[in-house]
């Protein structure tokens, strides 16, 4: 078995606890926005870090209201989800200087979606080569920044 130490994720590991509950209902309804890495708030939706990220910059959409398909999602959801998912490529544009972007969203478990009752929209900066030999060959990602200093970065170029 290959391994990557990593030990500034045993704060996060030691403390996460299954709750059977829906994550992104729960962090939506939590007021610790930092200890959660909520970078923003909208109206009807709200951008989080993704906290397993493919690439440093890693955010998700979510919808406060609790939905498994677009189909179940309010109209003014999806318009506000859109134009977060541009607001966030522009943010992340200027503070990664990304060669591209994944946007998306995976729906329902077959799907590949890790949170299958809830819909959400990735949001990640791409960079040509950026599948190093880690991914490639050790199935592993190597991030240059904590998620601590993801969320500083993200959420003070998202309120500039």
């Known amino acids: 078995m290959d391994r990557l130490w990593a030990p500034w994720r045993y704060r996060y590991v030691s403390s996460a606890q299954p709750t059977g509950g829906c994550i992104f209902c729960e962090k939506a309804a939590s007021s610790d926005d930092r200890g959660n890495y909520i970078v923003l708030r909208a109206e009807r939706n709200f951008l989080i870090l993704n906290l397993y990220p493919y690439t440093s910059g890693h955010l998700m959409i979510a919808p406060y209201e609790h939905v498994a398909t677009l189909a179940e999602a309010h109209p003014d959801t999806l318009q506000e989800m859109m134009l977060l998912s541009a607001r966030a490529e522009r943010a992340l544009a200027q503070l990664y200087g990304p060669d591209g972007f994944n946007i998306g969203m995976n729906v329902g478990e077959s799907a590949g979606a890790g949170v299958a009752g809830h819909i959400h929209m990735h949001?990640?900066?791409?960079?040509?080569?950026?599948?190093?030999?880690?991914?490639?060959?050790?199935?592993?990602r190597v991030l240059p920044e904590t998620l601590d200093t993801t969320y500083d970065r993200v959420k003070a170029a998202l309120t500039a």
């Open 123 to 140: 949001v990640l900066p791409r960079w040509t080569g950026d599948a190093s030999f880690m991914t490639t060959v050790a199935e592993t």
